[in-house]
């Protein structure tokens, strides 16, 4: 006879044999997400989206800490407006959804559904900015936006996706850079310290920046299956979209200047990088300081029940002080199921509570993580269970950074880089000379894309294409 564990996980494949209908079997069970009737979007359920909620407060918090202000622009892009900048709207010009009739009526002019705001905030940009008094503007919105995509996964890649976008504008090139930087900072804090996840910070090489800025920052977070995720971007935009919609400032020097923009975001490709990063053949496992519920408590009645439900109705209330806590008080289900339930939605700790534990003043803590089950008394049960959500997050974050450190090489000639994607994959460091055709040759022969530059490079060494010496240290990757 299966028991309660079997018959809960049947429908989740192996992780480690079959990752990518593990990945979707994880979604789909632990109530993440759902596919909706409307071709490659899907439907983010209330667990999934407790998750993004909990990243959007958070980083909204760091946002208007550093003086960001919310807005919101239209959904609709006039078609002349994407057009404006060529780069840009060659860049996406794909995976443009168009809107061609209002009603019966066909429209004079299409207008593009959202890719990214650029090219709608821009010309209100033109209107309100006039003085370098007027700067800088740092606004950003959070919003949906829709790419085309052919080929699409649930929250990896979807035809409309949630994000947020910062747009701002400065008076010097330096202001707007430090601004990538703080944004890339919290971006980083996001990922290791909340996320539990680690990632390489460095900047795009050319090929790979944002279609009309200058250059690109970037986070780059490896998945289990050894592939690369972009995590977040910050693009230094120059002056291009500033001169291609007019946004100019009058400066100090009594000198009409254009103004020098940025743009960046994180979307809810994050959630499913969190599925990916930390998940199990159990189901979703969640690091404390983004997971919705971190402490189920689940009584054991057997013939006590009102004394215990009681006793865990108060250990409930008293741990609302350090923690997100649900008591799973439900009849209609035993204490196993429930064990298993609370594990495949990656609840970070458990505390189980039967007549003995009334008896002793104590409960049973479990950990996602897995390890040994211990008795904690009830007097103090507020720290014992905050210490614990820390190791627990701590636990994470070591097995991620020692997952990325082992599965991070550096290679000297092209052999050693095409082994290494054929029988390890994972990033790669190698130095390049710069040289696009080299660039090229690399992903010819590898089916990899370079992934970073990283932010405090010192390139030594010649470019494993041509041996010339290299001015750049570069990680590729196979990549989402």
Not at 37 to 44: F, K, L, S
């Amino acid at each position: 006879m299966a028991t309660d564990a079997q018959a809960f996980v049947k429908e989740i494949p192996s992780k480690s044999e079959q990752f990518s209908e593990w990945y979707t079997a994880v979604c789909l069970k632990a109530e993440l997400a759902d596919y909706s009737p409307v071709r490659g979007c899907m439907v983010v359920r209330p667990y999934g989206y407790a998750l993004w909620e909990n990243m959007q407060r958070w980083l909204d918090d760091r946002f208007k800490a550093t003086g960001h202000v919310t807005a919101y622009f239209p959904l609709f892009v006039p078609e002349a407006f994407l057009k404006k900048e060529a780069e840009h709207v060659e860049g996406f010009a794909p995976q443009v959804a168009w809107v061609t009739h209002g009603g019966d009526e066909k429209l004079a002019e299409r207008l593009a559904v959202r890719p990214t705001s650029e090219a709608i905030i821009m010309p209100m940009y033109a209107r309100w900015i006039q003085s370098y008094r007027d700067l800088p503007v740092l606004l950003l919105q959070w919003c949906s936006v829709v790419r085309w995509e052919k080929a699409t996964r649930l929250f990896l890649r979807t035809a409309e996706f949630l994000w947020h976008e910062g747009h701002t504008a400065h008076a010097t090139s330096e202001e707007a850079d430090a601004e990538c930087r703080t944004i890339l900072e919290i971006y980083r804090q996001l990922l290791e310290d909340v996320l539990a996840i680690p990632v390489l910070v460095g900047k795009k090489p050319p090929s790979e920046k944002f279609a009309g800025g200058d250059w690109t920052y970037t986070l780059e977070a490896l998945m289990p299956d050894r592939q690369a995720i972009q995590a977040g971007t910050s693009h230094f935009l120059g002056q291009n979209f500033a001169k291609a919609f007019g946004v100019k400032f009058l400066d100090r020097d009594n000198v009409e200047k254009p103004v020098w923009t940025t743009s960046w975001a994180v979307t809810t490709r994050l959630v499913g990088s969190l599925v990916m990063a930390h998940g199990d053949d159990r189901g979703l496992a969640l690091p404390p300081r983004i997971a919705p519920i971190q402490v189920v408590i689940v009584p054991i009645p057997g013939k006590e029940r009102e004394k215990v439900l009681a006793a865990a109705r108060a250990l409930a209330e008293r741990l609302k002080a350090v923690a997100r806590v649900r008591l799973d008080d439900r009849d209609e289900y035993t204490p196993g199921w429930k064990f298993n339930d609370w594990e495949m939605r990656g609840v970070p700790l458990r505390l189980e509570i039967g007549p003995r534990d009334v008896a002793a003043n104590q409960a049973v803590l479990v950990r996602r993580t897995g390890g040994p089950k211990a008795t904690v008394a009830i007097e103090g049960v507020e720290q014992a269970v905050a210490r614990a959500l820390d190791e627990v997050q701590g636990e994470y974050y070591a097995r991620g950074k020692a997952f990325l450190d082992e599965h991070t090489l550096s290679v000297a000639t092209m052999e050693a880089l095409e082994e290494a994607m054929r029988e390890r994959r994972g990033f790669v460091r190698t130095n390049w000379c710069g040289d696009q055709a080299c660039e090229d040759a690399i992903r010819a022969r590898t089916g990899a894309s370079p992934r970073v530059i990283p932010l405090d490079d010192r390139p030594q060494g010649a470019c494993l294409v041509c041996g010339r010496p290299s001015t750049a240290t570069v990680y590729y990757a196979r990549a989402y």
